[in-house]
């Protein structure tokens, strides 16, 4: 199997400064899935309790003179530390504008190396940063490339993860529910979260002490939606969305808050929305986030970005 590309000027500011610190925050260790068409950072997908995520870019937001073959359908899949990978880019980008040849260019590509004191080769994700002058090289280790079941597997979870629900409702200001979402951490540990075809988002913390929750109502909703019965108006929040799950216009989960909180830490990858939704039966709890095209409000389908919470217990739906 072979890879290797050039980085574009634009490929390396979204790696660098939104979307390598997002990933880092969901976890150290994720798979670059590459694909003829794509490239894709996944979390979780082959298992794992902890969130999933999907980042996916078109492979020419990223790259310049891509190339890849493999016996697998030209798909290459495997693990690397997230961390590690920005820094070996945060690296190269520096080399390259210290080097002030305009020429200078970012190339990665598989390799296998003998590393040092080991008699067997292991495999890298090499960072080449090549100018007239001088070419300086920097090896990210990385696991040994996923076998073809495996990767069918890869394909099967991530076709599976790419499955809307049918209500997602628009978040407000993500710096704004993730400081709501630190407070409630210093109540409790696991959330009750509801969302109705109404457009309202409920949040709720219950111990054996307090219940603490917290209500955005007429939000833009996607999907299925329906009006707020009129005689709804003056009951509590709870009462309204148990009443709303009771006639099948909303739906509730419980979730860990520590996975919310992390899951926040999308925001770093500056979406422009994001929306949230439970999908049906209340299998998890979907986040997903929206890019514009720079200077318009229309859908960059260039970049994809969601996120799926394990849910705890289904609620009432």
Known sequence: MKFKAFLTQDGVNLLDKRFLPSLDKIGRVCHLYLTRDHAIFLHNLLGGDGIQSVAQFKKEVLFNDYRISSQNEDRIAFAID??????????AQTIQLQSQDDTAAIQIKLVKKLPVG???????LTFETKGLRSAVVQDVPISKPLSRAD???LQTALDAAQDLPQTLVQVPDLSQLQNL????????????????????????VSTSLITVGSEFRRLKVLGI???????????SAPTRTEMAIQRGEALSVQVSLKHLAKSLQCHLAKPDCAFYGISPQGVCLTVIFQFFIPGTRLTDKSISF???LPVLDTGSN
């Open 181 to 204: 979402v630190e407070r409630l951490r210093n109540v409790g540990e696991l959330l009750m979260l509801a969302i109705t075809q109404y457009g309202d988002l409920h949040l709720q």
């Open 82 to 91: 997230v961390s590690l990978l920005h820094r070996a880019l945060r690296s």
């Open 118 to 124: 080991s008699l067997n080769p292991a495999p890298f």
């Open 151 to 153: 990767v069918v597997q």
């Open 306 to 308: 969601h996120c799926r």
């Open 225 to 235: 939606q329906a009006d707020a019965p009129s005689g709804d108006q003056n009951l």
